[in-house]
T-cell receptor, first 116, second 115 residues
Framework: KAGVTQTPRYLIKTRGQQVTLSCSPI?????VSWYQQTPGQGLQFLFE???????NKGNFPGRFSGRQFSNSRSEMNVSTLELGDSALYLC?????FGAGDDYEQYFGPGTRLTVT | AQSVTQLDSHVSVSEGTPVLLRCNYS??????LFWYVQHPNKGLQLLLK??????LVKGINGFEAEFKKSETSFHLTKPSAHMSDAAEYFC?????????????FGTGTRLTIIP
């Protein structure tokens, strides 16, 4: 079956603008998580949605927000972009979220955001 | 609280020799542990996972890891390195905490294979 898809793959924005990234999970997966990857901070958890509800949130400012639609597709929005927001944004989907024998996250290829 | 420490930021081995990537973790709850691999300009791919069953876990591409609770370690090994193993590897911990689950990633180990 098709994997996790993310659009767009590359994006260039200027400071102060806002941006929306999209993630389509694997068919049947209801949990979608977002991560930010930077050379300095590594991979950091942003938030997780399950059945259109945000269940977990990492330590990011309110400029970072997201939502999930009834078909499990998810969007992530960053407002008032800063230079430090330049990163690879990864989306991952799973049937559920958390520990357990059935738990596994599948990652998309990411969206590389450059803020100038 | 949970954390994971990858002890080496960069490991170089010759093709055909063993690979050892080290990972220590801490968790207030019974953890699940994972190793992911990331090739350049690609997303992360799951290599293997430990979820409280057998302590020796076998994964894809000949990799395996052993969960050692007494040492709080989950080192990744492979008997014989291949050129295609060159990538970044991430050790990840997840602890079930009644609705507050999240993944915590290590800082990554870049594996270089010398021909």
């Amino acid at each position: 079956k098709a994997g996790v898809t993310q659009t767009p793959r590359y994006l260039i924005k200027t400071r102060g603008q806002q941006v929306t990234l999209s993630c389509s999970p694997i068919s049947g997966h209801r949990s979608v998580s977002w991560y930010q990857q930077t050379p300095g901070q590594g991979l950091q958890f942003l938030f997780e949605y399950f059945s259109e509800t945000q269940r977990n949130k990492g330590n990011f400012p309110g400029r970072f927000s997201g939502r999930q639609f009834s078909n499990s597709r998810s969007e992530m929005n960053v407002s008032t972009l800063e230079l430090g927001d330049s990163a690879l944004y990864l989306c991952a989907s799973s049937l559920l979220f958390g520990a357990g024998d059935d738990y596994e996250q599948y990652f998309g290829p990411g969206t590389r955001l450059t803020v100038t | 609280a949970q954390s994971v420490t990858q002890l080496d930021s960069h490991v170089s081995v010759s093709e055909g020799t063993p690979v050892l990537l080290r990972c220590n973790y801490s968790s207030s709850y019974s953890p699940s542990l994972f190793w992911y691999v990331q090739h350049p300009n690609k997303g992360l791919q799951l290599l293997l996972k430990y979820t409280s069953a057998a302590t020796l876990v076998k994964g894809i591409n000949g990799f395996e890891a052993e969960f050692k609770k007494s040492e709080t370690s989950f080192h990744l090994t492979k008997p014989s390195a291949h050129m295609s193993d060159a990538a970044e590897y991430f050790c990840v911990v997840s602890a079930f905490n009644f609705g507050n689950e999240k993944l915590t990633f290590g800082t990554g180990t870049r594996l270089t294979i010398i021909p």
